[in-house]
């Protein structure tokens, strides 16, 4: 097939792909899926509770705050909740990748990339449930940062708070 060919074939396929339409993303409710990542960062978190002075970062990382008041979450409108975790998630993915830069070590880095990859599917999952909305209002509460397992704490924290319980609400029958 010479270049002609080649050339018509690409046009053909690229007309293909411009008449196709993404489906919207169906809500993912399957409470496995959210089990495996907090597992995946737990995992990691516990990889590097033997950590030595490679783990200090030459600068403070701002991480969203994990402590979640119960009463006062379930008190919340969606809207709220959703820019509370879309923001937390935001934080976290900013910080893990400032971390992947600053990290000298090659299996830091393989464990800092495992965790973005985390983040990025944790981000699709909230994407399913219409979470990616505006920051939220007043600012989210925040904690600095300066080391490997303190960020890898956080990021674990974080899956098991805001980010459960804004997945468990949003699946059930009756969500707002």
């Known amino acids: 097939m010479g270049r002609a060919g080649l050339c018509a074939l690409l046009l ?5 792909a411009a008449l196709t ?6 809500p993912i409710c399957d409470t496995r899926v959210v089990e495996k990542f907090i597992k995946e960062a737990r995992d990691t978190e ?3 509770d033997s950590c030595s002075h490679f783990c ?7 991480v969203p705050d994990t402590k979640v008041n119960f ?7 969606r809207q709220r909740q959703a820019a509370e975790v879309w923001g937390g998630q935001t934080l ?7 971390a992947w830069d600053l990290v000298a070590d090659p299996s830091l880095g393989q ?13 699709q999952v909230l994407r399913s449930h219409n979470a990616q909305v505006e920051p939220a209002s007043s600012p989210l509460p925040t904690l600095a940062v300066q080391t490997l397992p303190k960020l890898l704490n956080v ?5 098991r708070g805001r980010v459960r319980l804004f997945l468990m609400d949003a699946c059930q029958p009756e969500a707002r």
């Open 21 to 26: 339409h993404p489906s919207p993303l169906r």
């Open 56 to 62: 200090n970062f030459s600068e403070v990382l701002t």
């Open 71 to 77: 009463n006062e979450w379930k008190k919340m409108d």
């Open 155 to 159: 990021h674990s924290n974080f899956l």
């Open 46 to 48: 516990n990889a590097m």
């Open 12 to 16: 053909l396929l690229l007309r293909l």
């Open 92 to 98: 976290l993915s900013a910080a893990v990748l400032r």
């Open 111 to 123: 464990q800092l990339g495992r965790t973005y990859s985390n983040l990025r599917s944790i981000s």
